[in-house]
Nanobody, 122 residues
Framework: QLQLVESGGGLVQPGGSLRLSCVASGRTFSSSAMGWFRQGPEKEREFVAAISWSKRTLYSDSVKGRFAISRDNTKNTVYLQMDSLQVEDTAIYYC????????????????WGQGTQVTVSS
């Protein structure tokens, strides 16, 4: 099992940028697929981005070209760089881990962080 702690959320104006971090501890981070998900007010939790142990990446259509996921296995950390933020990106962002290959379904991820709030507003 991995323990995950997110940070980096906050309030930003439309068009701005934020970088989220997720630090992992526990079983081997480097062999886990990592994902970012988000849940807006009165919405279902949705897939944002994922990265495999080999650093292959996958993005939702809504963030492709604006967000970038990366990982540093020496620091047991996964990042989500968010640029050109829009009001619609407002949500709680969660980091998640999976022992097998990455996937877009949140139900297939085993470990979750507590979330970090991102608010995009003028």
């Amino acid at each position: 099992q991995l323990q995950l702690v997110e940070s980096g959320g906050g309030l930003v104006q439309p068009g701005g940028s934020l970088r989220l971090s997720c630090v992992a501890s526990g079983r081997t981070f480097s062999s886990s697929a990592m994902g970012w998900f988000r849940q807006g007010p009165e919405k279902e939790r949705e897939f944002v981005a994922a990265i495999s142990w080999s650093k292959r990446t996958l993005y939702s259509d809504s963030v492709k070209g604006r967000f970038a996921i990366s990982r540093d296995n020496t620091k047991n950390t996964v990042y989500l760089q968010m640029d050109s933020l829009q009001v619609e990106d407002t949500a709680i962002y969660y980091c998640a881990a999976r022992g097998e290959g990455f996937h877009t379904s949140p139900s297939l991820y085993e470990d979750w962080g507590q979330g970090t709030q991102v608010t995009v507003s003028s």
